[in-house]
């Protein structure tokens, strides 16, 4: 047992999509592996273990925000030796090229958050991406099922009511979405030399302000699950 996993040694895959939604761990789970079990139950962060297509996977869901799937990060790779996280989310479009129900491959992921100053210290502006080789095979995965993918630098937001920020400033410079928990998930995973990647499903979108439902975001986007699972494989 970790702090806030009672999973066991052995009960977690090596590989772990991590939706923020702990139902939407569920769904997946029930959904798309085989014979899957419950290992965790701890404030609901829902986390199952299971096949898919004859590999061990497990899911464990996050909660929301920069705080909390870096818990769930930090104790997955250390505690249970986990090797591969694939965060598997929803995003707010910013980019007019992404539209509703899009996948996104986060390549990188910009941040207002303050973990970069206080890992690094004033004056070093690190700059936390994705695992090329993950992204590279999402990327082929997606084109083998025929799922159109966009590939780009993301923000991963302190607050989700941020009022202040200049989004129009990020959009000109090429963020084509947002969300809260990516920028945490790749800084870890380089620190710990593990691999990481986030296939996000654009949700609602900034500027024209179309939005999903929550049982909507809740049980379907299914093309991002697909592309992570076939990625998770190869």
Do not use: W
């Amino acid at each position: 047992m970790s702090n806030h996993l009672e999973a066991r040694m052995g009960d977690i895959a090596d590989t772990v999509l991590m939706p923020g939604d702990p139902l939407r761990a569920k769904y997946i789970a029930e959904t798309f592996l085989d014979n899957p079990v419950c290992y965790n139950r701890v404030r609901n962060a829902f986390g199952y273990t299971g096949t898919y297509q004859g590999h061990r996977i497990s899911v464990q869901g996050t909660g929301m925000g920069i705080p909390s799937i870096s818990i769930y990060a930090n104790e997955l790779i250390n505690d249970y030796g986990v090797k591969k996280l694939f965060r598997v989310g929803t995003a707010g479009g910013m980019s007019p090229d992404v539209q509703l129900r899009d996948v996104v491959l986060a390549q990188g992921s910009s941040t207002d958050s303050a973990i970069i100053q206080n890992t690094f210290g004033p004056g070093i502006y690190y700059a936390p991406i994705s695992d090329f080789g993950l992204l590279d095979t999402a990327y082929h995965a997606a084109q083998d099922l025929k799922i159109p993918v966009k590939v780009g630098n993301i923000l991963a937001e302190d607050r989700f009511y941020n009022d202040e920020m200049d989004r129009q400033k990020l959009i000109d410079y090429g963020v084509v979405a947002t969300e809260m928990e990516s920028a945490a998930l790749f800084m870890l995973a380089a620190k710990y030399q593990v691999k990481a990647l986030s296939v996000l499903t654009i949700s609602n979108h900034l500027i024209t302000g179309e939005s999903t439902k929550p049982e909507e975001r809740e049980k379907s986007f299914n093309d991002m699950i697909k592309v992570a699972l076939e990625a998770a494989i190869r």
